[in-house]
């Protein structure tokens, strides 16, 4: 499940007796996430998810328990492993949709809507491509991310391509051995032995050296 703090440390304060009043009822409500800001200037950006529903207090946190819809109880007398998994599933699949733009929008910007690999220019062809995935707990923050293009992209997540933790690209030799048209060539093999071509300014938002050693690891052994 999902929190959502408080307004202040009041549990009296209004906005606060609201939401207890709407997980009361089961309401439903809108939540406005934000998701960073308008290319070029300080004008703050939000996405809706709706229905979202408050199931639960925490008071010691100052938080509420909030349920992204799809988020369904079990069924009674459903098997406890099944409401297990089903419960896993659908915590999983609650972060993504309300993380995963924050965390495109929050790795574009610190890559200045580039490729890190090749410089590609166009945000609408860019992904925030994850060193240490989700599912292996990887933290939605920006040193875990990298913009990178759809075709490397691709290629990173299929170990196609491999960055050390020097940034160096790396290319499987069975794809440096392939022969082919301008699209491999070009967009592959000459990556080979080039360091990241874009890279966010600020230190502590460039890719974390650990992450991208275990992730390295796992493309040496799958060339």
């Known amino acids: 499940m999902l929190r959502y703090k408080w307004r202040g ?20 409500l809108i939540w406005f996430i934000g998701i960073g800001y308008a290319p070029g200037s300080k ?20 938080q509420f328990v909030v349920a992204v819809d799809g988020q369904e109880a079990a069924p009674a007398g459903a098997d406890a492993h099944v409401i297990d998994i089903t419960r896993k599933y659908n915590e999983r699949i609650a972060r993504v949709r309300v993380h995963q733009p924050m965390f495109r929008s929050a790795v574009l910007a610190a890559y200045e809507r580039r490729c ?3 410089r590609l220019p166009f945000a609408e062809l860019l ?23 759809k075709i490397h992209h691709g290629a ?8 050390a933790p020097d940034f160096v ?4 030799e069975s794809v440096l051995a392939t022969v082919d048209g301008p699209t491999l060539q070009h967009a592959i093999k000459e990556m080979a032995g080039q360091r990241l071509r874009q890279v966010p300014d600020r230190r502590s938002e460039r890719p974390d050296r650990e992450l991208l050693a275990e992730r390295f690891e796992r493309f040496r052994n799958a060339s």
Request: charged share 25%; proline share 6%.
């Open 9 to 28: 440390d009041d549990p009296l304060l209004a906005d606060n007796v609201w939401l207890r009043r709407a997980m009361e009822r089961q309401l439903p």
């Open 43 to 62: 004008i703050q950006l939000f996405r809706p998810e709706f229905p979202v529903y408050l199931t639960a207090e925490e008071p010691e946190r100052r």
């Open 116 to 118: 890190a690999v090749c």
């Open 127 to 149: 992904d925030a491509a994850h060193i240490k995935s989700d599912a292996e707990g990887g933290a939605a923050r920006v040193s875990n991310g990298l913009a990178l293009c």
């Open 156 to 163: 990173f997540d299929s170990n196609i391509i491999g960055i």
């Open 169 to 172: 690209v790396h290319v499987r």
